[in-house]
């Protein structure tokens, strides 16, 4: 790892150190066990498209916030969501190849479904409102540029 890379994951375990920890050990193994389990619906929201990925990891972090700096900073600067995590808790954006590929899958997956599968009409409208709905979502959420990527782990 480079010696940036290094001072970053310093500032972010420095800053998930301002986080305030539950004083009761019942109570933060409870956190620790919604945030994983939280961590493996997120894992699962990647390859089942009607399971979103990004809510359940948000919720993860704010429970590993709660439970575990050493948790909470895993996820922070974990290689496949802590960059994504950190971009979209700042703002930053996501990347324009990760939209249009997600806005892609979306529609493929719903449109599978509520053509083939799905045979009541109400049902299939409700999927097309769904899809709509996130893909305007999606599409609202800044661009990350190249050269905020590069800024950024």
Do not use: D
Request: hydrophobic share 50%.
């Amino acid at each position: 790892m480079s010696k940036a890379g290094t001072k970053e994951k310093r500032n972010i375990r420095y800053n998930s150190e301002k986080t305030k920890i539950h004083p009761n050990r019942w109570v933060r193994i409870l956190w620790k066990i919604s945030g994983t389990f939280f961590v493996g619906l997120a894992i699962l929201g990647i390859f089942l498209p009607l399971l979103p990925t990004t809510p359940f990891l948000l919720l993860a972090l704010a429970c590993y916030a709660k439970s575990s700096k050493r948790l909470h900073s895993w996820l922070l600067t974990n290689r496949w969501f802590g960059r994504y995590l950190r971009n979209y808790r700042e703002r930053k954006g996501i990347p324009f190849k990760v939209k249009i590929l997600t806005v892609l899958f979306l529609w493929l997956t719903i449109g599978y479904s509520a053509i083939f599968i799905i045979k009541i009409f109400l049902i299939k409208i409700i999927l097309f409102i769904i899809a709509a709905g996130v893909s305007i979502h999606i599409l609202s959420i800044p661009t990350l540029r190249k050269s905020q990527r590069n800024n950024s782990i």
